[in-house]
Every structure is written in C-alpha cells, then in structure tokens.
C-alpha cells in the first residue's frame, strides 16, 4: 500500500521533470555554458518587452477582476431560472485558444474606425484578456459563494443584519480568495500571452514571449534562454500566493448543496438583468461575428468556401481533415493524461500530508514558464531521439505539461472539501486507499472532476506557442492553422476555421458540463 501510494505521487512528478525540467536544464546548459551569449541583449529591447509583459499582465487582470467580479456575485447570491445555462454560456470563450478570440475581436470591432480600440495595440490587447479571463474570474467567484453556509445569513438576518450590510460584511470576505486567484491567473496567462501581442500588439507593444520568439527565429537561442529564465522571475511570487491561498474552484452546474441566497425585484432586479445581459454580450458578440462572416460573408457559406480553397491550395499545412482531426485527438489525449496525473498527484496530497507543500511547489513551478522558451527545449531534448514520426507524442506531452499545474490544483481543492467521515468510514469498511478514491472521492466531487476536466482541455485545445514550435506540417493544428490564414490575412478562411474550433471547444464542454451539473 505505501509502495503504490508513493507510486502515485511519483508518476506526476517525474513526468514535468521529464517534460519541464530536464528540457530546460538541458537547454540552458548547452547554451550558456557551450555557447554562452557575446554580451546581452540590448538593455532597451529587454527593459521594454518586460515592461511590457507586466504592464500589460496587470492591465488585463485588473480588467477581468473589474468586469468578472460582479458578475460572480450576482451568480453567487441571486437565484434565477436558467442561471446554470448562463455560467455555460459566459464560461464558453475561456475554453476557446487566443486565436479565436483574435480573430473575433478583429470582425467585431474592425481594424479601423471608432470601435477598433477593442481589436489594436494595447488597448485591443486589454480587452482580448479581459475577454478571455473575466469569465474564469467570475466562476470562481461565485463558486466561492456557492459554499457559503447559508445559516450565515440567516444568523446575520436574525441579529438585524440584511440587504446591503450582510453581503458586504458576512458573504463578500468569502470571495477575497477566489477573486485573488482568479486575478493572479489572469496575471499570469496575459504575462505569457503570445500569440495576441504578436498579432495586433504591432512593434511598440511586443512582450517577453515575442522576443524570445524573435531571437529565437534569428538563430539566438542562448539570447532566448537568457530571457525566460529572467521572466521567471516576475511569476515566482504569483506562483508562491497560488499555493498558498486555498478553497477555489469553478462550478459548472449548479451545486446539489446550495440554497440560493438573495431574489431580488423591481429596479435592483432591472440592473442585475442588464450587467448579465452586457457581460453576456461582450463575450458572445465576437463569437457571433465569426460565425456571420463565416456563413455569410461574402455570400452563403463564403468563409467555408474559401476554407476548402486554402486547404486545396496547401496554406492550412495539412488537409483540412487532418488538421481538425490532429486538434480534436491531440486534446482529448492531452486532457486524459492531464486529467490521471491530476488525480494521482491530488491522492497523493491527500494521504501524505505532512510533505505536500514542496511536492504541489514542484507541479505548479512549470506555470510561470516560457511556452515558447519550453517548446524550443522539447524540440532540443527530445526531437532527435523521438523521430518525426513521434513528434506527436512530444506535443500531445507538451500540451499536458502546460495544463496539469492548474489542473491540479482545481482537482485537489475540490477534494480537500469531501467530509472525511466518509473517507473514514471507507477506510473502516477495509477500502484501500485507491479504492476509497475512486468509490467514495470521485464520485462525491462531480464538480471538481468537472473543473479539472474542463481546465485541461480549455488549455490543450487552444496551446500554441510550444506546438508551434515543435510542430511538422503533418501534424498542425487548428490554431496553428487558423494563424497562417492570419498572416497571410486570409480572414474569411480563418473565421470559418475558427468556427470549426468553436465547436469543437462545444464538444468537450458539453461532456464536461453534463458532467459538472450532475447531482
């Protein structure tokens, strides 16, 4: 029993060291110890990029914190009919790659004229992260609230405490720690975001990940190297809060426990209605204008048209069958090996308590690294040893490395939150420790089970900057795909491509939420 429970928490482990660690240790060494860079890149070039990342890491989370959070509580507090169709609807873009949300945001609001400030520079940049990151704030926020005992309130209600004064007072602090981890993973994808600076950022506003890419694509590895190791350090301390803050989660259904705790009426409702229906808006408008220009523009079926003609024409790499097929099988073998180190690694938190913090330290440090820094030493370390013909594999475990640390931890805090009588009486009942798991664990914490999933497969389906790296023309990507049109500004070929991507993000959620919104 002990051999196996070690196994458990060893597999994890030894599979970012194989995918993360190794790599990068081995990347570096090569470089900067055999071919250590002639002096440092130009101080302006680097002070900028790194300005850059943060300023527009903040902006982006302090965005979604600011259009998320209300959001959160009104799904937290206030009971209405079809509210868990709603959270599916307005999680649905987190679960979409950046490309997508390039691509709608560029239809939406246009290039040029009064409301291209949504689709250029910094200020296009802002809004795509808030875009992409605001529903995730919002869930967790109010799945912070979902928990909250509602004796709470009625004891508060009793003590003369109600309306305005018994949210801010008793239900608001429940919501400090989730609102901080969803700012701080805002943070920290708007730090690492690649492609959407590369794409409307333009020359004044690129970040650290296009510059590693830069030197990169100039033949300057050990410039590339020097960079991510210093843009380690910006998110060791977000990475550091992560783990310490606990009780966070995301609800996709609606929770078997919770009693709906505020209805409201007259104009308090009128302005819950209108935030919904605007916070609704603005994350389905770009949705909508890919899928109008995908089947109507220039005439019926035009985007799709011109889809067939680039795929016929050799711009999409691959086939188009071969591209949708390389994403759709690439994520969901990705979201099931995420998904098993998830589970092993939470089970092993769970029995070996006392060792966990540097333990979850070492699956959650991979997140503060380059993907693009990361792709280039999976393509170093591995590339020459697997072979073209594997370079499936390397992607499909890049993927994965990328997406277990969230994974993860969603996994574990769902789990921390079973009654340990249960767990006790299992093991009473002579349940091994994995048989206890899998029996009593699991199937109590539909909703953890859920989030985990859907992280895993939200980051898999939309990975680009390691994949983009490592990638043979065979095996590409929709996104991959999708940001060739992009560069060659075939934009009606890329809507309807992104089209294909939104539905295919439908097919996962849909198994995923059915499975959240199980009592």
Known sequence: MRRSILLAGFIPVAFEVAMVYLPFGYSAATFLLFSFPRGLPATFLVSHALYQSVLQAALGSAAALAVGYPVGIILGLVGFRGSSFYKALVFLPFMLPSVVAVVGFTQAYGLRGPFSVFSNGLSGITAINAFYNAPLVALIVSSSLERVNPELVLAAKGLGVGGTTSILRVLLPFTKGGATVGALLSFTYSFLGFLVPLAI???????????????????????????????????????????????????????????????????????????????????????????????????????????????????????????????????????????????????????????????????????????????????????????????????????????????????????????????????????????????????????????????????????????NIVYIPKFTTVPIAVYSLLEIRDLGAADALSLILVFLALIGYYLVFRTGSAH
């Open 201 to 467: 950022g333009g020359p004044s506003h690129y970040t650290m990940e296009v510059l590693i890419y830069l030197f990169l694509k100039l033949g300057e590895a050990p410039y590339a190297i020097l960079l991510a190791m210093l843009q380690l350090f910006p998110l060791f301390g977000v990475t550091l809060i992560m783990l310490y803050l606990r009780g966070y989660s995301v609800s996709l259904g609606k929770l078997s426990s919770r009693v709906q705790l505020y209805t409201l009426k007259g104009l308090r409702s009128a302005a819950v209605c209108l935030v919904l229906a605007l916070f609704l808006g603005y994350e389905l408008y770009p949705l909508f204008s890919i899928l109008r220009y995908s089947l109507f523009s220039p005439h019926l079926l035009g985007g799709f048209t011109l889809l067939l003609q680039a795929s016929s024409q050799g711009r999409l790499q691959a086939s188009l069958s071969r591209v949708v097929a390389n994403s759709l099988v690439f994520s969901l073998l990705s979201t099931g090996i995420t998904f098993g180190l998830s589970v092993s690694a939470s089970h092993y938190v769970m029995i070996r308590g006392g060792t966990r913090w540097f333990y979850e330290l070492t699956l959650i440090l991979p997140l503060m690294f380059s993907p693009v820094t990361l792709g280039v030493a999976l393509f170093l370390t591995y590339y020459g040893v697997a072979g073209s013909s594997l370079v499936w594999l390397v992607i499909v475990s890049a993927q994965s490395s990328v997406a277990l640390p969230v994974s993860m931890r969603f996994l574990l805090e769902g789990l921390k939150r079973t009654p340990r009588e249960l767990m006790f009486a299992a093991r009473s009942l002579g349940a091994a420790p994995a048989e206890a798991l899998f029996r009593v664990e699991l199937p109590v914490n539909s909703q953890a089970i859920s989030s985990a999933a859907v992280m895993a497969y939200a980051v898999s389906l939309g990975e680009f900057a390691a994949t």
